[in-house]
């Protein structure tokens, strides 16, 4: 369960400063009996972070860390959180980087937390924008897909959606994992690979080939399902997502191609929602910006997230 992960997984163990110093954080009276926070030794505390404008909120940003990721390494790769308290909203980094594969087991969890931000800080049930990178992103837009389809089950319907390099068809990532064992070089992605298919086929009851439709509606988009799957819920969802296409990157450390990069099927998303009528559906790709805190150059980073770009998208979805 805990490989380092190199196309949908980002663990890092990066110490709290001084910026993530300026959140308080609160402990959860919710047991972690479902692995929605990882990388905590034993604990099975479950918190969220925050930090809040100098006015009454206006609005919210959540932010979800990626696989494995710290809630206090998340404050520290961005600036997208700062920008958010200029504008007047609240920022919530929640004890969520793992989960399961489903993101079924989730919407309890997430809906508790909703209603505590609501009622303890006041913000408007309709003014929150979920977003994260990598698992973050996926759980944030399977969030709001059940949320459209099931709203009977969600506290609230996202205002807007923010994603960075998250996998979205669980299909086509399926079918990057044989990709990746048969390519044969690098074995944390090999690691990776047979670990992710283990994990969907013991969550969904077997491969694509024998349980599709398992796939489908576990998915945020599936390429070619007619409407994209579980996509046409985000028809009318304001949405932004990043990704980064390093070519030399992708090459020359992996020996992987555009079939394996996150960023061909966020295309293909976005350009579906497009053609459902979806005109405020965006992405936005970036080329060699990927940077780890260590330094280590890597697409699969918060850095891609242009911080300006985001927040201006936020606050127009909030209008």
């Not at 992960?5 to 308080?24: D, I, K, M």
């Not at 206090?72 to 609240?90: H, K, S």
């Not at 990178?133 to 459209?148: K, P, Q």
């Amino acid at each position: 369960m805990k490989h380092i992960a190199t196309l949908f997984l980002l663990v890092l163990g990066v110490h709290a400063s001084v910026h993530s110093q300026e959140y308080t954080q609160v402990i959860l009276p919710e047991r972690d009996t479902m692995n929605f926070y990882i990388s905590d030794g034993t604990s099975d505390t479950l918190h969220y972070l925050y930090r809040l404008p100098e006015n009454q909120p206006k609005g919210a940003l959540v932010i979800f860390p990626s696989g494995g990721e710290r809630t206090t390494a998340v404050p520290d790769q961005i600036d997208l959180d700062e920008l958010a308290n200029e504008a007047g909203l609240a920022v919530f980094i929640p004890s969520y980087n793992w989960g399961t594969e489903a993101k079924r087991a989730e919407v309890d969890f997430l809906n508790s937390l909703f209603e505590e931000w609501i009622t303890r800080y006041q913000i408007p049930a309709d003014k929150f924008i979920l977003g994260g990178l990598s698992n973050g992103g996926m759980v944030s837009f399977r969030y709001a897909e059940i949320s459209v389809a099931h709203p009977e089950l969600c506290r609230i319907q996202p205002a807007g959606l923010f994603g960075l390099d998250m996998p979205v068809d669980l299909i086509s990532l399926y079918a990057y994992c044989d990709r990746e064992i048969e390519r044969n070089f690098s074995e944390a992605g090999m690691n990776e690979a047979r670990w992710l298919k283990s994990n969907y086929e013991r969550a969904f009851g077997g491969s694509p080939s024998s349980h599709r439709e398992n796939y489908v509606q576990n998915s945020i988009f599936t390429h070619d399902e007619p409407q994209g799957g579980n996509a046409q819920y985000l028809k009318e969802m304001p949405l932004l997502v990043f990704t980064d296409l390093d070519v030399e990157w992708l090459i020359n450390e992996r020996h992987r191609d555009l079939y394996d990069w996150n960023g061909t099927n966020l295309v293909a998303l976005v350009n579906s929602l497009k053609l459902m009528g979806n005109s405020n559906a965006h992405i936005e790709i970036s080329m060699g910006k990927g940077i780890r805190p260590d330094g280590i150059r890597h697409p699969h980073s918060w850095t891609i997230m242009n911080g300006e770009r985001c927040i201006q998208f936020c606050l127009q979805a909030l209008q």
